[in-house]
């Protein structure tokens, strides 16, 4: 985290003309940090202090809240002079979260062709490529020469989100190739654009999904990705900075999912008790309803259980090491899932590899567990346990990582292909489910084996 005593003595000593070098020479992002840390009151007269040409991108990595202050003390002039800095995937992003009666002040200030602009991303279905991506691209038509194509760059790439690649099009807009700026560097002015350009080049188009996208971007290494829309037309590009951000929210979604907790878009700290009461209390509940189904499990066996009291003593750890097994494999397959390494139909691989692992890590489990039962429980502790009880709980160990670890790998699969999050089904769950199967199988065990 970024040290802003210094900024804070220049403030307080009104030396502002140091100040402001200091801002100049910091990023946008750690400036954006020291505005939401200042007094609520300070912030916007802070703000106010920026030149225009940086106010923008400090704007655009404020928080929400921050920017609502900002925005609800400002004037209409300094709004449309703000948005009109904004990149446009960054003006959506921000209107995305303010309320619906600051969102129409915003775009009534805007002008014309930006409040055109900004509805049209705005239409875009959310969590989709068009909803996250810029317009602020270099094009090029594929005509050109290499020295037109520069020159066209020079004039007007200034205020683009990159420059480093550019999108050639066609007369009627549709996407043909793309070019780096090192191979316009270095080929001849005369040179065709469509003669040197790269044909083969990914892209994706305005409804994919933005994890999709991102994924993309991750896979190729990339910087930008062009968006097309149905008719092929380049509308935009997706930048990896964009990316970054989707990967992150996906991620922490993901995490929130496995801890049964509802995703929250808003930071640990700045997310009050109530609203976190909220997402936690419906999976505890709906765990807890499951739960019970142990518990009818434990309650039908009663009279095994009185007949053979010591059987009791391992349902803990029978229960604790089938949820462990199980969210081992879960947790496998899911970050797999996630970054796209399995698919529905490698399930089958995905179980048998699973399967083997189970059968290895079951063994050496049940194999320990018999020799503790023997040497530790029965000769140090004297719990006087017999033999065929001990192979009871050890071939229920064995049974039970290897049933676990399949419900662990499969569930998460099965999941994704009817349209539900692989994430959900994770560790919580999982561990619900193998509690009351980890019950059958020791209660049948131990009536095969001890006719209970």
């Known amino acids: 985290m970024a040290n802003f005593e210094n900024l804070y003595t220049l403030l307080e000593t009104k030396n502002y003309s140091a100040f402001m070098r200091a801002i100049d020479e910091q990023n946008p992002i750690d400036t954006a940090e020291f505005i939401s840390e200042l007094p609520q009151e300070k912030q916007l007269a802070v703000f106010r202090m920026f030149k225009k040409d940086i106010s923008a991108d400090i704007f655009a990595e404020l928080d929400s809240e921050v920017q609502e202050r900002i925005i609800s ?30 969102v129409k002040r915003i775009l009534q200030v805007a002008k014309p062709e930006t409040r055109t602009l900004i509805n049209k991303f705005l239409s875009y279905p959310e969590d989709s490529a068009g909803s996250i991506m810029t317009a602020e691209f270099i094009d090029l038509h594929k005509t050109m020469t290499v020295g037109e194509a520069i020159a066209h760059i020079r004039k007007t790439g200034f205020d683009k989100e990159t420059v480093y690649v550019a999108y050639v099009t066609d ?29 083969d080049f990914a892209f994706a188009g305005t409804h994919d999904d933005e994890e999709t996208v991102a ?3 991750s896979k190729y290494d990339l910087l930008a990705l062009p968006i097309v829309d149905r008719e092929q037309r380049l509308v935009g590009i997706v930048t990896v900075d964009d990316a970054i951000d989707v990967i992150e929210e996906a991620a922490t979604e993901d995490i929130e999912m496995m801890g049964a907790i509802t995703p929250t878009d808003k930071p640990y700290l700045k997310t009050g008790v109530f609203e976190t009461f909220k997402t936690r209390i419906p999976w505890l509940l709906l765990l807890m309803v499951s739960a ?5 499990i434990i309650a039908g066996f009663e009279g095994a259980l009185a007949a053979f009291p010591m059987l009791i003593a391992f349902i803990p750890m029978l229960m604790g090491t089938g949820g462990n097994s199980g969210g081992q494999a879960s947790v496998t397959v899911i970050r797999g899932l996630a970054l796209d390494e ?16 189970a059968v290895l890590c079951g063994v050496i489990l049940a194999i320990c567990n018999f020799i503790k039962i023997i040497l530790i ?27 676990s670890k399949i419900i662990g790998a499969s ?13 959900v089904m994770a560790s919580p769950f999982i561990t619900t489910i193998v509690d009351a199967v980890s019950l059958l199988i020791y209660f049948a065990f131990a009536k095969i084996i001890l006719g209970v």
């Open 73 to 102: 003390t400002a004037t209409d002039t300094e709004i449309s002079a703000m948005l009109e800095d904004l990149y446009v995937d960054d003006a959506v992003d921000m209107l995305e979260e303010l309320p619906a009666n600051m």
């Open 292 to 296: 019970t189904f142990t518990g009818q």
């Open 171 to 199: 007369n009627a807009r549709i996407l043909q190739g793309t070019i780096r700026l090192e191979e316009l560097l270095f080929a001849a002015d005369s040179t065709v654009i469509a003669d040197v350009m790269n044909t």
């Open 342 to 357: 399995i698919r529905m139909r490698d399930i089958l691989k995905v179980i048998w590899k699973e399967f083997r692992v």
């Open 377 to 403: 429980d029965n000769f140090i502790f004297g719990n006087g346990i017999d033999p065929l009880s001990s192979l009871v709980v050890s071939l229920t160990l064995l049974v039970t990582v290897l049933v």
């Open 411 to 423: 569930l998460p699969i099965l999941a994704k292909r009817i349209g539900f999050d692989p994430a």
């Open 215 to 217: 994924a993309m971007i």
